[in-house]
């Protein structure tokens, strides 16, 4: 890493630091690949313009980012254990580094925000460091939000039909019939007949207004398993309906894992039309194609050439062959795209900026895939493993 310009004194007319904390009253840029290092509270009351430098929050002690403009940076890190408070948004243009730490929103206003702007994209987040409270997106089709608790890394895919102006997204390990975080209260039995059980253990909050699936992920301590009567086959996505307060069916087009551990996706629905989403129970899906491809939702791909898991298998494509396969990075980014698939990935992208490296093969990581088949009228969707 580069040094670091560590802030705790006068910098021009436009800084000054005063009562712990830096304060911005003029223009100010970060250029030329300039590294400041904020060990305190930022309060921002002018333009702070992107650039292609970096600020980064370090140290053990709580940051606190306020003003009355919010600040836009070309990149930031957090290696702040005692965690980055937002009272106005950060507007990241590039790459946001998760080292330690969580930013921090306000849970009751979505408005409070780590943006992502359009090309705005993350690396290294884990249960250590992430967002807790809300995230957002500018102009993204295919987006994963680095949200969760003070615990665990929860994250949602969102997969729009075009991309969306503004999206944001938070999670609440809470029951959504009584929340602490947030004022309004999604009562679990307020339901339509057709949804056995709702999950009183947690829920998202995704708001856009292009039509979307999203995919989500359970764990052991989402507790599915203590569900009555649950199976994999019987896990749905549902929503709290703001126009019949009530959960209503949102649906699932693919599914895989077990009770314990397992990632489901969505049908296409408006995110905004719903307060809350969560896990929900119903009976075993009548989709033929579903029924008799129930591991279609998770893929494991290794191609090493040991002849296991060399190229992407879906079985039941043939079913359909006027099909076609897109795959797409965790930042939205197309790296694949096949008509009529008959078996050709092997972890090599031949679309997108990834083509030049084609030779060493895509980096390994968690892929989202996008499956048509015009000939049955279904469209399937979920995650791809890479392993190298």
């Known amino acids: 890493m580069k040094p670091l310009l560590h802030i705790a004194f006068l910098l021009s007319v436009s800084f000054a630091v005063a009562q712990s904390a830096l304060y911005n009253s003029g223009n100010f840029a970060v250029q030329h690949n300039a590294q400041i290092g904020l060990h305190t509270d930022f309060i921002n009351d002018a333009n702070f313009e992107p650039s292609s430098g970096l600020v ?8 606190i980012v306020s003003g009355n403009v919010s600040p836009a940076f070309w990149d930031t890190e957090i290696m702040a254990d005692g965690n980055v408070f937002l009272q106005n948004p950060i507007l990241v243009q590039n790459n946001v580094n998760f080292i330690l730490g969580d930013f921090l929103s306000p849970t009751n206003i979505p408005t409070i925000n780590l943006n992502f702007m359009d090309q705005g994209f993350f690396t290294g987040e884990s249960n250590a460091s992430k967002v807790t409270g809300f995230a957002a997106i500018n102009n993204r089709e295919v ?12 994250p949602l895919t969102l997969n729009s039909q075009s991309a969306p102006p503004l999206a944001v997204c938070a999670y609440f390990y809470e029951d959504p019939s009584n929340p602490s975080s947030i004022l309004q209260a999604f ?3 307020e339901k339509v007949k057709d949804i ?18 999203v995919t989500i992920s359970w764990n052991s301590r989402s507790a599915l398993g203590d569900i009555p009567n649950a199976t994999l086959e019987s896990i749905i996505v549902v929503g709290w309906n703001k126009s019949s307060n009530q959960w209503v069916i949102i649906g699932n087009s693919a599914i895989g894992g077990d009770l314990s551990l397992g990632v489901i996706t969505s049908q296409t629905f ?4 719903y307060a809350a989403i969560t896990f929900g129970t119903l009976p075993l899906p009548t989709d033929t ?27 039941g494509m043939e079913e359909s062959p006027n099909n076609s396969l897109r795959i797409f990075n965790r930042y939205g980014q197309k790296v694949f795209e096949k008509i ?4 050709e990935f092997r972890g090599v992208a031949n679309t997108g900026s990834m083509i030049p490296n084609q030779a060493a093969g895509l980096p390994e990581g968690v892929y989202f895939y996008l499956v048509t088949l015009d000939d049955l009228e279904l469209e399937y969707s979920g995650f791809l493993f890479l392993d190298k």
């Not at 056995?196 to 979307?212: K, L, M, N």
């Not at 009529?340 to 078996?343: A, G, K």
């Open 340 to 343: 009529n698939y008959t078996n």
């Open 196 to 213: 056995g059980t709702v999950s009183d253990q947690e829920f998202w909050i995704v708001e856009s207004d292009v039509p979307a699936q």
């Open 187 to 189: 009562d679990t039995e």
């Open 143 to 154: 987006f994963s939000f680095p949200v969760g608790d003070s615990e665990q890394l929860r």
């Open 289 to 315: 194609f579903a029924v008799d491809n129930p591991t279609l939702g998770n893929y494991f791909l290794s191609p090493n050439g040991d002849g296991t898991n060399d190229f992407l298998v879906i079985d």
């Open 56 to 63: 980064g929050f370090y140290g053990n002690r709580p940051i």
């Open 270 to 273: 408006v995110p905004s039309d």
